[in-house]
């Protein structure tokens, strides 16, 4: 969090520069042409987002955004009015023939409605304005329209982004590195995003425009090969686009494939980036992010994958499409079986030991590997016969959903980066073959969107029942590995107590309240004293429970703590007790299981580190209610250990070199 704290501070101090790039962003979004190279979407909403955590505010965003919008339209119109015609023989409207006559197309479908709907349809908005003016739609008119839809444009992107900034201040207050987590999950998210829409929008018009040359070449050529050739190619001969891109892609993924492994198995930087990247992603773990990513692996886990796969092969041999069918098995067979055999002949191993996977070496992910081509190869069905926009909807949905299961792993520990970017990209390779061997298939055989809701209905299902069933077993194998330090008691009391933290390490590394006790032994004592003197269990903590946060009209006793996490891990216990006097305060107590262990006799014994902190109520916008935290006072504090104390079969520890001052007690449960 230290690291993007000092943005948010500077916006939060200079707000004006921060709507002044607002403004400049959606500006060029609509203005001709250069709209298609502008990321526009992931910029607004994550304005929207900093409105949403208090460091920006709404009007001014809100203004910024609308003004630049229908401003930039209202220029592009005036282009149109001022040139007519002349302005599609002008540059840049010249570099992008096809578009323009796409949005002409558009507009003479939709007429006057082509404008305001036009802001949602990437591509086509960044000539529809033009083009109005050039057919000669009156001002009042126009503006009318514009701006009208300008307004509704800006809410759709400025509202969600604020209620994304809302769920990560509450993240932030449960947990900033959680938080840190979701936002670089967001900006990897947002990149993809834009980058997809940036090749659909802006290189594809291109790419048709090149395809419209290449074909009048190779129709003036003699003989059969470049005619046929041509007739392929051109943009009127339907999948030559598609064909086009998925040549490409198996082509950049393959030798990108090829380099990564030379890369891995050589003495290159990424061996060093590997590394490095590890070790932050471990820096980062906390269990609330721990439990969200356990479940994102989970859903690419192979009995996930195998369902869907089997989902759509069973349709393909139900809609009798033989060959299709086969492809499909045949693709996602190649993919299975072909990382088994890669680890087995590479044998890297992985960042961290887990123990209960079936596989022990780590290049190319195969989590990864499976996934990509599993849910390609669903992309690839399901936007068979779509237009570019469709695919592009589609695709993005399922290459989110890629980036997400591999972005789990890494995060994990289960692979380093290159193994995702190996099983990525080999995905790729075999995702492009499929695309081309299907692409003459016509797509009322396939149906679509029938194999769609069934695919999607069995993923839903399969990952549901998985989840369910085995997130216990998975928690455990993908928990984070500690070393555990072993102290004879003697070791304990003469000083090995000192090595564990004073303070709670909250998930930035800061250091936190005080620990009131180190507790060596069970915790049941400690838990018959509490209940017998006031104090309510809370039970552990968990999102289900943390969904009561989101009712600002509940008050303190009906919300859980918060989880207050130490080094990543939340509280084994936690007890509750009100306060008479101040309803919207309470005592909260919290034990963390340290990473020491007490030998004694022939049993060991957990030492457990012991907080007592106060909440009170805090209500954010009127949109949540969460607990923040207080300091306990001295009263509270000594009441703690003097209950400590009058534990039966419990002994306060005389340790060396602890003074009353310190406000730390020993305790020792161990029996």
Same mark, same amino acid.
């Given at each position: 969090?230290?690291?993007?704290?000092?943005?948010?501070?500077?916006?939060?101090?200079?707000?004006?520069?921060?709507?002044?790039?607002?403004?400049?962003?959606?500006?060029?979004?609509?203005?001709?042409?250069?709209?298609?190279?502008?990321?526009?979407?992931?910029?607004?909403?994550?304005?929207?987002?900093?409105?949403?955590?208090?460091?920006?505010?709404?009007?001014?965003?809100?203004?910024?955004?609308?003004?630049?919008?229908?401003?930039?339209?209202?220029?592009?119109?005036?282009?149109?009015?001022?040139?007519?015609?002349?302005?599609?023989?002008?540059?840049?409207?010249?570099?992008?023939?096809?578009?323009?006559?796409?949005?002409?197309?558009?507009?003479?479908?939709?007429?006057?409605?082509?404008?305001?709907?036009?802001?949602?349809?990437?591509?086509?908005?960044?000539?529809?304005?033009?083009?109005?003016?050039?057919?000669?739609?009156?001002?009042?008119?126009?503006?009318?329209?514009?701006?009208?839809?300008?307004?509704?444009?800006?809410?759709?992107?400025?509202?969600?982004?604020?209620?994304?900034?809302?769920?990560?201040?509450?993240?932030?207050?449960?947990?900033?590195?959680?938080?840190?987590?979701?936002?670089?999950?967001?900006?990897?998210?947002?990149?993809?995003?834009?980058?997809?829409?940036?090749?659909?929008?802006?290189?594809?018009?291109?790419?048709?425009?090149?395809?419209?040359?290449?074909?009048?070449?190779?129709?003036?050529?003699?003989?059969?090969? @470049?005619? *046929?050739?041509?007739? #392929?190619?051109?943009? $009127?001969?339907?999948?030559? &686009? +598609?064909?086009? !891109? /998925?040549?490409? %892609?198996?082509?950049?993924?393959?030798?990108?494939?090829?380099?990564?492994?030379?890369?891995?198995?050589?003495?290159?930087?990424?061996?060093?980036?590997?590394?490095?990247?590890?070790?932050?992603?471990?820096?980062?773990?906390?269990?609330?992010?721990?439990?969200?990513?356990?479940?994102?692996?989970?859903?690419?886990?192979?009995?996930?994958?195998?369902?869907?796969?089997?989902?759509?092969?069973?349709?393909?041999? @139900?809609? *009798?499409?033989?060959? #299709?069918?086969?492809? $499909?098995?045949?693709?996602? &067979? +190649?993919?299975? !079986? /072909?990382?088994? %055999?890669?680890?087995?002949?590479?044998?890297?191993?992985?960042?961290?030991?887990?123990?209960?996977?079936?596989?022990?070496?780590?290049?190319?992910?195969?989590?990864?590997?499976?996934?990509?081509?599993?849910?390609?190869?669903?992309?690839?069905?399901?936007?068979?016969?779509?237009?570019?926009?469709?695919?592009?909807?589609?695709?993005?949905?399922?290459?989110?959903?890629?980036?997400?299961?591999?972005?789990?792993?890494?995060?994990?520990?289960?692979?380093?980066?290159?193994?995702?970017?190996?099983?990525? &990209?080999?995905?790729?390779?075999?995702?492009?073959?499929?695309?081309?061997?299907?692409?003459?298939?016509?797509?009322?055989?396939?149906?679509?969107?029938?194999?769609?809701?069934?695919?999607?209905?069995?993923?839903?299902?399969?990952?549901?029942?998985?989840?369910?069933?085995?997130?216990?077993?998975?928690?455990?194998?993908?928990?984070?590995?500690?070393?555990?330090?072993?102290?004879?008691?003697?070791?304990?009391?003469?000083?090995?107590?000192?090595?564990?933290?004073?303070?709670?390490?909250?998930?930035?590394?800061?250091?936190?309240?005080?620990?009131? &006790?180190?507790?060596?032994?069970?915790?049941?004592?400690?838990?018959?004293?509490?209940?017998?003197?006031?104090?309510?269990?809370?039970?552990?903590?968990?999102?289900?429970?943390?969904?009561?946060?989101?009712?600002?009209?509940?008050?303190?006793?009906?919300?859980?703590?918060?989880?207050?996490?130490?080094?990543?891990?939340?509280?084994?216990?936690?007890?509750?007790?009100?306060?008479?006097?101040?309803?919207?305060?309470?005592?909260?107590?919290?034990?963390?299981?340290?990473?020491?262990?007490?030998?004694?006799?022939?049993?060991?014994?957990?030492?457990?580190?012991?907080?007592?902190?106060?909440?009170?109520?805090?209500?954010?916008?009127?949109?949540?209610?969460?607990?923040?935290?207080?300091?306990?006072?001295?009263?509270?504090?000594?009441?703690?250990?003097?209950?400590?104390?009058?534990?039966?079969?419990?002994?306060?520890?005389?340790?060396?070199?602890?003074?009353?001052?310190?406000?730390?007690?020993?305790?020792?449960?161990?029996?």
């Amino acid at each position: 969090m230290e690291y993007i704290q000092p943005y948010l501070d500077f916006f939060t101090q200079h707000p004006g520069w921060a709507i002044a790039i607002i403004f400049l962003i959606a500006f060029g979004e609509a203005l001709l042409i250069i709209g298609l190279f502008v990321p526009s979407t992931a910029v607004l909403v994550g304005a929207g987002m900093l409105v949403g955590t208090g460091h920006l505010e709404f009007w001014p965003v809100f203004a910024a955004t609308a003004f630049g919008a229908i401003l930039g339209d209202q220029l592009s119109y005036w282009a149109g009015r001022l040139f007519g015609d002349r302005l599609k023989l002008m540059w840049p409207l010249n570099r992008y023939p096809v578009l323009v006559g796409r949005g002409e197309d558009f507009v003479r479908k939709h007429g006057g409605k082509s404008i305001a709907i036009g802001r949602f349809v990437p591509g086509v908005k960044a000539v529809v304005p033009g083009i109005v003016g050039m057919f000669g739609m009156g001002q009042a008119y126009f503006a009318t329209i514009n701006v009208t839809s300008g307004l509704v444009w800006t809410a759709t992107h400025v509202l969600p982004g604020m209620l994304f900034g809302q769920v990560l201040a509450m993240a932030g207050e449960l947990s900033e590195r959680l938080l840190i987590v979701l936002l670089v999950l967001l900006v990897v998210l947002a990149i993809a995003g834009w980058l997809i829409r940036l090749f659909i929008g802006g290189l594809g018009p291109i790419l048709e425009s090149g395809q419209d040359r290449f074909a009048a070449w190779a129709s003036q050529q003699s003989g059969r090969f @470049w005619p *046929r050739l041509g007739s #392929v190619i051109s943009p $009127a001969h339907p999948g030559s &686009l +598609a064909i086009i !891109l /998925f040549a490409a %892609l198996a082509v950049t993924a393959l030798i990108a494939f090829l380099h990564i492994m030379s890369s891995v198995f050589g003495q290159s930087t990424m061996i060093d980036a590997d590394l490095s990247l590890h070790n932050m992603m471990q820096g980062l773990r906390n269990a609330p992010a721990d439990e969200i990513m356990t479940m994102i692996t989970m859903l690419g886990d192979g009995a996930v994958m195998i369902a869907m796969a089997l989902a759509m092969v069973a349709w393909l041999l @139900w809609r *009798r499409e033989w060959r #299709v069918a086969a492809a $499909a098995f045949l693709t996602i &067979l +190649a993919a299975r !079986l /072909f990382v088994p %055999l890669m680890k087995l002949w590479l044998q890297r191993p992985r960042p961290v030991e887990l123990a209960g996977l079936p596989e022990i070496f780590s290049f190319p992910s195969g989590h990864t590997t499976f996934a990509t081509v599993t849910l390609g190869v669903f992309a690839v069905l399901a936007t068979h016969g779509l237009r570019s926009w469709g695919k592009a909807v589609v695709f993005a949905g399922a290459g989110i959903a890629m980036v997400a299961i591999a972005y789990s792993r890494i995060y994990l520990g289960a692979h380093w980066m290159s193994d995702v970017l190996g099983g990525f &990209l080999f995905g790729a390779v075999m995702i492009a073959a499929f695309g081309i061997a299907i692409e003459a298939v016509p797509p009322r055989r396939i149906m679509p969107m029938g194999l769609s809701i069934a695919a999607l209905a069995v993923f839903a299902l399969a990952g549901a029942v998985h989840i369910s069933r085995d997130y216990a077993a998975n928690a455990e194998i993908y928990a984070p590995r500690e070393a555990i330090v072993l102290y004879d008691p003697e070791q304990w009391e003469q000083g090995a107590w000192a090595s564990l933290p004073r303070r709670r390490i909250d998930l930035a590394g800061r250091s936190e309240e005080q620990f009131s &006790l180190q507790w060596a032994g069970g915790l049941s004592p400690l838990d018959a004293a509490l209940a017998s003197d006031g104090w309510t269990e809370e039970g552990k903590w968990s999102w289900t429970l943390g969904l009561g946060y989101l009712d600002p009209n509940r008050d303190l006793n009906g919300l859980p703590p918060r989880p207050a996490l130490h080094r990543g891990r939340l509280a084994d216990i936690t007890w509750a007790k009100a306060i008479a006097d101040k309803p919207d305060h309470r005592l909260v107590l919290r034990a963390w299981k340290t990473d020491v262990m007490i030998g004694k006799a022939d049993k060991t014994y957990p030492v457990y580190a012991v907080s007592l902190m106060r909440e009170r109520l805090r209500r954010g916008l009127n949109l949540y209610a969460v607990p923040s935290p207080l300091d306990a006072q001295s009263a509270e504090l000594e009441g703690l250990a003097a209950l400590a104390g009058s534990i039966p079969d419990v002994r306060i520890v005389p340790a060396k070199g602890l003074e009353a001052k310190d406000g730390l007690t020993l305790v020792d449960a161990m029996k």
